[in-house]
């Protein structure tokens, strides 16, 4: 019986970190910021997808913002594939930023070029 206590508790322990890893404590998670702009890369990898973008900011100056997005398993069942974005591609994206306003964001929706809006995270 005690055997089976630490080997429980061995497993928690190890388990842990992959439950912290997926916090999203650094996004202002109670708003959407929304970025239409053009893509400059697609990257689409474990253990999350990101999407970088052109965006025009208000002096129009070109900034990149960088968007997290979820698994390769989570976005092929949303219907997205390496092949969804290609540079070039306009986009417009709603997405919640980096709390300390950099140019990041957690990517909750995509809408793709003459596509309709899908979950992106």
Not at 11 to 34: F, K
Not at 60 to 88: C, F, K, N, Y
Request: hydrophobic letters at 40%.
């Amino acid at each position: 019986m005690k055997s089976k206590w630490i080997l429980l508790v061995g497993l928690v322990a190890i388990s842990l970190p992959a439950v912290a890893h997926h916090s999203h404590g650094n996004y202002q998670m109670t708003e959407y910021t929304h970025l239409e702009g053009v893509v400059t890369e697609f990257i689409f990898m474990n253990p999350h997808s990101w999407v970088y973008m052109s965006v025009e900011d208000e002096n129009g100056e070109a900034q990149v913002w960088a968007l997290e997005s979820g698994s390769i398993g989570a976005l092929t069942r949303a219907g997205v594939s390496a092949d969804t974005l290609a540079p070039g591609d306009r986009i417009s994206v709603r997405c919640h930023q980096l709390k300390d306003g950099a140019n990041g964001c957690l990517l909750g929706f995509l809408t793709p070029p003459g596509g309709e809006e899908s979950e992106w995270d």
